[in-house]
């Protein structure tokens, strides 16, 4: 565990190890949100057990088939966007069936601090939830617990990337007052565990809907495998926008793939 290698070994396994990461593997492909194509799966099984994916360039020394570095790469923004936005999806699909009505990108600026002055630096959360306990915005932050940042406490520490992630968000957003909104941080780390936060709220939309308890875990359940399968489509997206930088980077003359396959001559 003091070796940079043992580090990264302890961070994943402590990640994979909580039962949310694992909810893809489980759940039936009963709808096109649970299924999975076979590059998603090998992608989702290869991350899971740190077999190397891609190797992609984006100036930073990289090892060869360092498995870690796409969830890491500053050249793949746009997909980590997609990425972030399945899993904003799955959320709000999930406050639906529990009859909370939502909204999307709350802007902040409504936020006062205690003083009455509004922020106005134009930042926005993610979506709005009508709970009955009030208006509530929520924020969904994807974090990888083998990067430098968090990796030694991830090494010591379950779910220390995820926890160390919603301190940051909670930090950024201080200035709500008595008069914002309620605000939870809902961060994953890349291998699937959910922080804390997330899993409570998951707790409060089974309660707000009037769950018994013999419907409460199955409601959690099914939002847990529908966020894990949404997350690990995710990471393939990520995965895959790497190989167009390895590519990028290989030769001249780049041309993207298209966006969808098609037969069509052009």
Not at 108 to 122: E, F, H, S
Request: proline share 5%; charged share 20%; net charge positive.
């Amino acid at each position: 565990a003091d070796s940079r290698q043992g580090q990264l070994l302890l961070a994943r396994l402590r990640s994979c190890a909580s039962r949310a990461s694992s909810m893809w593997m489980d759940v039936l492909p009963t709808s096109s949100l649970l299924t999975m194509s076979g590059p998603e799966c090998v992608s989702a099984l290869r991350h899971r057990l740190g077999a190397p994916v891609v190797c992609c360039f984006c100036g930073d020394l990289v090892e060869p088939g360092d498995p870690h570095h796409p969830m890491l790469c500053n050249k793949l923004s746009g997909a980590k966007t997609s990425r972030h936005d399945l899993i904003v999806q799955c959320w709000r699909r999930s406050a639906h069936r529990a009859t909370v009505a939502t909204a999307v990108e709350p802007p902040t600026a409504r936020l006062r601090t205690p003083g009455g002055d509004a922020r106005i630096d134009g930042s926005r959360g993610d979506l709005l939830l009508a709970l009955t306990a009030g208006l509530t915005m929520v924020d969904v932050s994807v974090t990888c617990p083998t990067a430098a940042t968090y990796l030694l406490a991830a090494a010591r520490v379950d779910g220390s990337a995820a926890a160390r992630r919603d301190t940051a968000k909670k930090a950024k957003y201080a200035q709500d007052g008595a008069g914002g909104y309620a605000f939870v941080p809902l961060s994953v780390e890349t291998h699937g565990r959910w922080g804390k936060p997330a899993m409570q709220l998951l707790k409060q939309l089974s309660d707000h809907a009037g769950f018994q308890d013999a419907d409460g875990p199955s409601f959690i359940t099914n939002a847990l495998g529908e966020l894990s399968v949404a997350l690990c489509k995710g990471n393939h997206i990520v995965f895959r926008a790497g190989l167009k930088v390895l590519a990028r980077a290989s030769g001249v003359g780049f041309c993207a793939g298209a966006s969808a396959p098609s037969t069509e001559v052009e």
